[in-house]
């Protein structure tokens, strides 16, 4: 039976409970989500062939550390860098390394601050030069899969509603949605409850209500919904090689209807 509680009452860590959270937490929010955001903006203008994503990332860590915040992913469960950078068939989590890009490559790269104790978690897709047109198709595939996942989002309504919103409109464009991986509640601690999963039933799953505050990060592949892990146990990457996007936002669900805070 899923319990929803007062963040103020909860204690600071997974309990699977779903946090409800007030004015002072979203304030909270907002301005760590608004860091996580600019410092993507500002990678547009860095991301070019010949740019090593080791180099992207230590832009994501002094930017932090500049505006008072720290990358969350730093240490985080054994991860040694402070975001992930996922190029061409990699699906998620991929570790920033010193192989340059390419000329077409398409990345997403995911950053998470924790600026006073909140967490801004948001990633985006990049292109390097020019692209081909079903790499570019799919990345406004998955950036349309979020945002109409978003859009589902008001009080009343269930996570399944989100899922099935992203999986109905990607497999109308003949994409398939990664089952492996999804958005999660987020605050004070990085991965909450509740799940939020990018496929689903609508009206199934929990309800949604006033005040939670989860991640929507839909990973959308052009061929196979298929993923596996390599070997050094964090990139996935699609099974048959095909490209694969992600967006994500951290979203907030309100009175009517929801805010964004990595717009
Ligand atoms: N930012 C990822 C997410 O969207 C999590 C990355 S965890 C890491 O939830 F350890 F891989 F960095
Ligand atoms: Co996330
Ligand atoms: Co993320």
């Keep these: 039976m899923i319990s929803y509680i007062s963040y103020r009452n909860a204690p600071l860590k997974y309990t699977g409970e779903v946090r409800i959270f007030d004015e002072q937490a979203f304030q909270g929010m907002r301005k760590v989500c608004n860091l996580a955001a600019r410092c993507l903006d500002e990678l547009a203008e860095l991301v070019k062939p010949g740019m090593t994503t080791k180099e992207i ?5 002094s930017f932090g550390v500049e505006h008072g915040a720290l990358p969350a992913d730093l240490n985080y469960r054994g991860y040694t860098a402070s975001c992930c950078t996922s190029i061409n068939h990699v699906v998620c989590h991929g570790i920033p390394d ?14 998470t601050y924790i ?10 897709m990049y292109s390097v030069g020019k692209i081909k047109r079903a790499a570019e198709r799919l990345i406004e595939v998955t950036h349309e899969c979020l945002m109409r996942g978003i859009a589902s989002v008001k009080p009343g309504i269930r996570t399944g509603t989100i899922g099935a919103a992203i999986q109905q409109y990607a497999e109308a464009e003949h994409c398939s949605v990664v089952r492996d991986f999804c958005g999660h509640g987020v605050g004070q601690i990085f991965h909450d409850a509740p799940s939020i999963l ?25 061929g196979k919904a298929g993923v596996k892990i390599l070997k050094d146990g964090w990139t996935a990457v699609t099974r048959d090689r095909s490209l694969s996007a992600q967006y994500e936002h951290t979203v907030a669900v309100t009175k ?4 964004i805070f990595t717009l």
């Design 115 to 124: 600026l006073d104790g909140w967490h801004g978690d948001t990633g985006r």
């Design 98 to 111: 010193n192989k340059p890009l390419r000329e077409g490559d398409i990345l997403n790269i995911d950053v």
């Design 198 to 222: 990018h496929y689903g039933t609508p009206d199934h799953g929990i309800e949604l209500r006033e005040g939670m505050i989860f991640t929507i990060e839909p990973m959308i592949n052009l």
């Design 256 to 259: 009517t209807g929801y805010e």
């Design 57 to 61: 990332d230590s832009f994501v860590f």
